[in-house]
């Protein structure tokens, strides 16, 4: 019975990876076009966009993987059940509960699995893609250096470059300031340069003229200049002190330090309880995917059609798992004390393996009418 546990075992781990493959190639996609067409339309180069998808490659698995525990427990069980080889074990005398030993061990491993993400590698790299961001959102040439295109560093600001040289020199420059509420102030210059001195990054026209709108006087007047410096610091620097996200901290500190937590990420406390025991409850919900996948198809019978009505079945209970789980959300972030709610579906799901394994190995069968007592003497 060991080595059919390992075969089990095995085969589960197998399909794990394929299906695991497959759900995070699917996934993978369709974040690299978001991070496509978000990076390398605003100027950056292929070995950002690798990157950034790199960094947000550990969050996707950790999407994926209870989906790819559930697919693999339903494939196998019912490759099994086809085959007819968990009736030929179940015909030696071995129960539901005694066949389930592998798949319990194999959640045991996607639950590994998914508290090494949860819990370490997930942090760490959404914490470095943050960083990276904030990099990238203040480099002068991702934000200011493009083509043709009117771009809108920040608000009330439009800028425009008709071409580029490779040496650097800007040709038709048109710069638009409207944060002022009383002014709008229009520069254009034949040629313009990018400096970066102590002070930050400025930018100088030349052969250009300054046109200042006065909206109360309605009153236009306008300069010619010949050199003119413009301070663009302010339209290129990133957040100088970037709120501190609890998705970043380390779960330790989640937990023994609350307070300070919630209030350094201008979180609630319940919030912050949310997070750092939901690192610990989607760990859970990968054994509890596994379970529903093998038990939800013991409970049927042989039939020439096949499991379809049971893995359907099991499909409708992990929904209703993942709706439990959306619904205790709420009310933990609204109140701190209900923090144990957040453990509710993986209970949920542990008692619904539990019910469907005892109703495979004792179905439920009516009680038969007794007979009338035959009762007789000596005549």
Known sequence: MARFDRYVLSQLMVLFGFFALVLVSVYWVNRAVILFDRLIADGHSAGVFLEFTALSL???????????????????????????????????GFSPWRLARPVLAFGLIVACMMSLLTHFLVPKSLEQLRLRESEISGSVSARLLREGAFLHPTRGVTFYIRAITPEGEL??????DRRQEDRVVTYTAERAYLLRDAAGPKLVMQAG???????????????????????????????????????????????TDTRAVADAARDSLGETLEEAHTRFQQPLL???????????????????????????????LLVVIKLIESAVTDPVRD?????????????IGFGISGALLRRAAGPFRPAQSRRPAVTGGAT
């Open 58 to 92: 550990p969050n996707v698995i950790r999407m994926v993987l209870p989906m790819a525990a559930f697919a693999s427990s339903v494939y196998v069980t019912n490759r099994m059940i086809s085959e007819s080889e968990l009736t030929v074990v179940q015909a030696t």
């Open 171 to 176: 040709f038709d420059v048109y710069l638009s």
């Open 286 to 316: 990968g054994i509890v995917a596994a379970l529903i996948g093998y038990s939800a198809l013991m409970i049927g019978g042989f039939s020439r059609f096949g499991v379809g009505k049971q893995i359907v079945f099991a499909i409708f």
């Open 209 to 255: 003229l300054a046109q200042t709108l006065n909206i109360r006087d309605e009153t236009l007047s306008t300069t010619n200049f010949s050199n003119l410096t413009y301070d663009i610091s302010g339209l290129v620097t990133a957040e100088s002190q970037p709120r501190r996200k609890i998705e970043f901290v380390p779960t330790l500190e989640l937990l």
């Open 335 to 347: 109140n701190a004390a209900l923090w144990p709610l957040i453990y509710l579906p993986s209970l």
